[in-house]
């Protein structure tokens, strides 16, 4: 199966599986717990980007903190969500205008406002959370 799927990646493609692929074994290969998975250079980089974030987010009251021009309810900013993303920089866009992207667990909303202001214009969000016992619409048609 391995075969089957690299065959069909770039060189740099199949280098970033095999790399995220022998990390998985690594982690739950039981004599390899104390070993630390990351490079030297991704551990400087977690650490920045922490650091960016949870220096930055502001109590505005209770119910309300804000990380630059994003607001939450709570202070639940994520890493992979406000400073990377969720590698949205790297997706093709222009295959999503006309779409609609619907986030089945939106929890607070925190990913349909970034889907909102690093996704196309035109594009309609929809966020539900069955435990939150909320639904969340954004249009990009009325957001921009």
């Known amino acids: 199966m391995y075969c089957s799927f690299v065959e069909l990646l770039d060189t ?4 970033i ?34 650091t960016k974030l949870y220096s930055s987010i502001v109590k505005l009251n209770n119910n309300c903190y804000a990380y630059n021009s994003y607001f939450l309810p709570i202070n639940d900013f994520e890493v992979s969500t406000f400073i990377y993303n969720y590698g949205l ?4 866009k222009d295959y999503l ?4 992207v619907i986030d089945a667990g939106a929890y607070i909303g925190d ?3 970034v889907f909102e202001k690093q996704l196309p214009g035109g594009l309609s969000i929809y966020g539900f959370d069955p435990s939150m016992r909320w639904l969340i619409i954004f249009s990009s048609k009325q957001l921009s």
């Open 12 to 15: 740099d493609s199949v280098e």
């Open 17 to 50: 599986l095999s790399k995220e692929l022998g990390r998985i074994f690594l982690i739950n290969d039981r004599y390899s717990k104390k070993m630390n998975i990351f490079t030297s250079k991704e551990v400087e980089n977690i650490i920045n980007s922490h």
């Open 89 to 92: 920089d790297k997706i093709n």
């Open 97 to 100: 205008k006309g779409k609609s």
């Open 111 to 113: 990913s349909c406002i």
